[in-house]
C-alpha cells in the first residue's frame, strides 16, 4: 500500500507561480512513475503531467506545457509540480498519483494509488 499526501496549494493571482509536493510513503518510491492529474468544479478529472520512475522522462498535458514543471527527488520520496503563469483555467483539485507498471501514461484509469488533493485557486 502507497500513501500519498499533497501540499503546496491556495489562492494566488493569474500570473503568480506555486509548487506543489506529493510525499509518498514507503521505500519504493525511486521504482514509481508518478503523475499529476486535476480536477475542476464540474468537470472530470484530467492528465497534467508524469514523470518516469528514472526521473529522465516526462510528458505535459498541452494546456500546461511550458508554464508546469514535474520533478523527482527520490531521496526524499517527494514529487512536485512548479506551476508558473498561473491562469484562472488552472483553479481545481490536484491530485498525484502512481503510474501502473512504470509506464508513462496519461490516462486516469493506469493510476492505482492517489492522493487526496490539493486546491489550487486562481484568481483572474
Known amino acids: 500500500q502507497v500513501q500519498l499526501v499533497e501540499s503546496g496549494g491556495g489562492l494566488v493571482q493569474a500570473g503568480d507561480s506555486l509548487r506543489l509536493s506529493c510525499a509518498a510513503s514507503?521505500?519504493?518510491?525511486?521504482?514509481?512513475?508518478m503523475g499529476w492529474f486535476r480536477q475542476a468544479p464540474g468537470k472530470e478529472r484530467e492528465f497534467v503531467a508524469v514523470i518516469h520512475w528514472s526521473g529522465r522522462s516526462t510528458n505535459y498535458a498541452n494546456s500546461v506545457k511550458g508554464r508546469f514543471t514535474i520533478s523527482r527527488d527520490n531521496a526524499k520520496n517527494t514529487v512536485y509540480l512548479q506551476m508558473n503563469i498561473l491562469k484562472p483555467e488552472d483553479t481545481a483539485v490536484y491530485y498525484c498519483?502512481?503510474?501502473?507498471?512504470?509506464?508513462?501514461?496519461?490516462?486516469?484509469?493506469?493510476?492505482?494509488?492517489w492522493g487526496q488533493g490539493t486546491q489550487v485557486t486562481v484568481s483572474s
Open positions: 498519483a502512481v503510474a501502473e507498471g512504470g509506464l508513462m501514461s496519461t490516462t486516469l484509469g493506469r493510476y492505482n494509488y
Open positions: 514507503g521505500s519504493t518510491f525511486s521504482s514509481y512513475t
